[in-house]
């Protein structure tokens, strides 16, 4: 990829820049947590959107996507928008920068990647990463924390390119540790480093290559209940709810409301066992947690399909460790805790029968937890 991006920018601008990339991520459990004020629990990967850039001396940015085979050109006013979607990743990054009173001038650059598109490992985010870390560093002499690089991130979809989402990916992806997972606390935003290297297992992604097209909007409708049972308890956010709390209010709410609320209060819990877990070595808990993750949010809270739960099944009739839907839900993924003896069997088992269920295979992708946004020099 490297070499490719390279040659590339060569032929585009001649001479060299400089690299740098960030990671795409995945997050082992912590679920709908995040917008309850609870706990997230990522990690970035060893999957990345890498670039090279260069300040030009001019006031124009320069950019071409190896990936998408296009060129973008735009100035760095409000106004100088450009129409691409991909490339408004990268403007809202250098407006976001300005607007909070950093510099950033005109650079010529040329990215790639191999994180996988639409399978929730958060692409956009390693984009947004990826170039908030290098105009930091180009521009501001690294004066740009590394959690305000982050925000940077967010407010980029917020503002650019039209998404609400919460810090997370954006977090793991310009604060990835090698070896290491994070638990990022959504009310304080403090966040502690977590070791993991879960010697003789793998990590490992069943991409079901579904998405489901829903009428209404699953997300918001989640929230909403959230928002109604913190209400009627009182309270702020679901993060401070206990399952003795909501018991006693439970013939004041709805059946739905009630389920949203247990998974939630439930899955706080389970980030906290998790983390416990990860500090004695022990992978037998973390994978029993992620079952609990796939059980809860398949029957109480809803967002999965019937082809993730058939994933989640033939994993438990394989002996993995641990597996759960990943993500928002209604499609996407399964990660996968798998011992190493298991790995082959496990992968071949899922490929066939879900092949012969829905007529095609799920794809298969390895993580090594890694470092986030960086200068690329490896």
């Known amino acids: 990829m490297k070499a490719k991006i390279q040659s590339e920018f060569e032929k585009r601008f001649g001479g060299e820049g400089t690299f740098?990339?960030?990671?795409?991520?995945?997050?082992?459990?912590?679920?709908?947590?995040?917008?309850n004020g609870g706990f997230v629990f990522p990690g970035a990967i060893d999957k990345v959107i890498a670039a090279e850039i260069r300040p030009n001396d001019t006031d124009k940015v320069r950019v071409y996507s190896i990936d998408i085979d296009d060129y973008a050109e735009f100035g760095?006013?409000?106004?100088?928008?450009?129409?691409?979607?991909?490339?408004?990743?990268?403007?809202?990054?250098c407006r976001e920068i300005l607007k909070r009173g950093?510099?950033?001038?005109?650079?010529?650059?040329?990215?790639?990647?191999?994180?996988?598109?639409?399978?929730?490992?958060?692409?956009?985010a390693a984009l947004e990463s990826c170039f908030a870390f290098a105009l930091n560093d180009l521009f501001n002499e690294n004066n740009i924390d590394k959690f305000e690089l982050a925000r940077i991130g967010q407010s980029t979809e917020h503002n650019y390119c039209g998404v609400n989402c919460?810090?997370?990916?954006?977090?793991?992806?310009?604060?990835?540790?090698?070896?290491?997972?994070?638990?990022?606390?959504?009310r304080s935003m403090e966040f502690e480093y977590y070791p993991f290297n879960p010697e003789g297992y793998t990590l490992v992604l069943l991409d079901s290559r579904v998405k489901h097209e829903l009428a209404d909007s699953p997300y918001n409708k989640r929230r909403a209940s959230c928002e109604r049972v913190a209400k009627r308890l009182g309270l702020e956010t679901l993060r401070d709810a206990t399952m003795e709390m909501l018991e006693a209010v439970k013939s004041d709410i709805t059946a739905e409301d009630y389920f949203r609320a247990k998974f939630v209060i439930e899955e706080k819990q389970r980030v906290l066992d998790v983390c416990d877990a990860l500090n004695n070595g022990d992978y037998e808990t973390v994978g029993k947690c992620m079952y609990a993750t796939h059980n809860g949010l398949s029957k109480d809270y809803e967002v999965s399909c019937e082809e993730l739960d058939y994933l989640n099944d033939i994993a438990k009739e394989c002996g993995v460790t641990g597996s759960r839907i990943m993500g928002g839900g209604f499609g996407g993924c399964t990660i996968n805790l798998v011992k190493n003896e298991l790995l082959d069997h496990f992968i071949n088992e899922a490929k066939t029968r879900f092949n012969e269920k829905y007529g095609h295979e799920p794809k298969v992708y390895e993580v090594i937890i890694s470092d986030g946004a960086r200068r690329w020099e490896e």
């Open 20 to 35: 740098y990339a960030s990671a795409g991520r995945i997050n082992l459990i912590g679920e709908h947590t995040d917008y």
């Open 102 to 124: 950093g510099k950033v001038q005109g650079f010529d650059a040329v990215f790639a990647g191999n994180v996988p598109l639409g399978a929730g490992l958060s692409s956009s």
């Open 76 to 93: 760095l006013n409000e106004a100088d928008a450009p129409e691409q979607s991909w490339a408004r990743y990268i403007f809202g990054v």
């Open 166 to 186: 919460g810090i997370m990916d954006q977090f793991a992806s310009v604060c990835g540790k090698k070896g290491h997972l994070m638990r990022l606390d959504c």
